[in-house]
């Protein structure tokens, strides 16, 4: 099974996926980005779905309790490049994916980071 890097950028982890997950996949880049946030003290998680051309239920699930878990841990989420068909997959399924904050591509995902950071006291 592929890991999924993840890289540091100050006190954000970007987590880019370039490849298909399979469940157990997902499970693991869980676990990974779990305890990374504890270990470099990030503050933001950015995850770049930008490569990924279909979701499925579970994965779409599992983005939203990737953000939550990451939000337990002092650390805020942003979810960016999603395409469209992507958008349209997760609404037909019915996942909202409440509380999961959205960017269009990287760089519009750490400006959101900084903002949500400044407006933070």
């Known amino acids: 099974m592929q890991r999924v890097p993840i890289l540091k950028l100050g ?3 970007i ?3 370039q490849i298909d997950l399979e469940d157990q996949g997902v499970l693991a880049l869980q676990e990974d980005l779990a305890d990374a946030v504890v270990q470099h003290g990030a503050r933001g998680v950015i995850i770049d779905i930008t490569a990924v051309e279909i979701v ?18 002092d650390a805020q989420t942003v979810v960016v490049g999603m395409r469209p068909a ?11 994916l409440g ?3 959205t960017a269009l591509n990287l760089e ?5 980071l900084d903002h949500i950071r400044s407006a933070t006291p």
């Open 99 to 101: 509380g999961v904050r």
């Open 108 to 112: 519009k995902g750490v400006a959101l």
């Open 56 to 73: 499925d239920s579970f994965i779409g699930r599992m983005l939203a309790t990737i953000a939550s878990m990451c939000g337990m841990l």
């Open 15 to 17: 987590v880019s996926i």
């Open 11 to 13: 006190d954000i982890l």
């Open 86 to 96: 992507v958008a349209i997959t997760l609404v037909e399924l019915g996942l909202s």
